[in-house]
């Protein structure tokens, strides 16, 4: 099975900061990686697909890139709304594993 | 609108057996993969299983095998979750999932629906 080593664990940051979240994978998956927002109590919510396609309707300030092994998401102005868990996911194979997420927290 | 609803969750003692339902609506629910995952109270999301349009082509992560059975019925347009010899450690909510787009197993989760919770306890 492949692993998603996703890092940090949390992260406290401030409005109108830039975060980076990255994801590695335990081998190869190509593109496959996909990243989801989660608030308290609600299902997931795709963000990214494709390691850096932005789903529809999600704004521009989120991006992913990387291929292969390593993965980042990135937020380039955090928003209040943003405060949430995160995760990435392989969809290389099943089972399709996800990271164990990342906490943003408001600083 | 395009929708997930899923039904069957509840309280359950360890070793016994209950299953989960996703009613599927406004789109062709035969030409997608579909999935389970699901979530522990205050855990990280875990893939379960998935299935295959014609539900020839199962798999599932390696803490349900053998107890857990992924189905489907695309004239009902319906998926399964068959849960037997339950555990405490399958507490969780159950979410069942839609690609993005038909016909591939790898593509992202767009459609998901709003959960159902399984406690396992005495």
């Known amino acids: 099975d492949i692993q998603m080593t996703q890092s940090p664990a949390s992260l406290s940051a401030s409005v109108g900061d830039r975060v980076t979240i990255t994801c590695r994978a335990s081998?190869?998956?190509?593109?496959?990686v996909n990243w989801y927002q989660q608030r308290p109590g609600k299902a997931p919510k795709l963000l990214i697909y494709?390691?850096?396609n932005l789903q529809s309707g999600v704004p521009s300030r989120f991006s992913g890139s990387g291929s292969g092994t390593d993965f980042t998401l990135t937020i380039s102005s955090l928003q209040p709304e943003d405060f949430a868990t995160y995760y990435c996911?392989?969809?290389?194979?099943?089972?399709?594993?996800f990271g164990q997420g990342t906490n943003l927290e408001i600083k | 609108e395009v929708q997930l609803v899923e039904s069957g969750g509840g309280l359950v003692q360890p070793g016994g057996s209950l299953r989960l339902s996703c009613a599927a609506s406004?789109?062709?629910?035969?030409?997608?993969?579909m999935s389970w995952v699901r979530q522990a109270p205050g855990k990280g999301l875990e893939w379960v299983a998935n299935?295959?349009?014609?539900?020839?082509?199962?798999y599932y992560v390696d803490s349900v095998k053998g107890r857990f059975t992924i189905s489907r019925d695309n004239a009902k347009n319906s998926l399964y979750l068959e849960m037997n010899s339950l555990r405490v450690e399958d507490t969780a909510v159950y979410y069942c999932?839609?690609?993005?787009?038909?016909?591939?197993?790898?593509?992202?989760?767009?459609?998901w629906g709003q959960g159902t919770m399984v406690t396992v306890s005495s």
């Open positions: 299935i295959k349009q014609d539900g020839n082509e199962k």
């Open positions: 996911q392989q969809s290389y194979s099943s089972p399709q594993t």
């Open positions: 081998q190869s998956i190509s593109s496959y």
């Open positions: 999932a839609r690609p993005r787009s038909s016909g591939s197993s790898r593509r992202a989760f767009d459609i």
């Open positions: 494709a390691a850096s």
């Open positions: 406004e789109f062709m629910f035969s030409s997608y993969w």
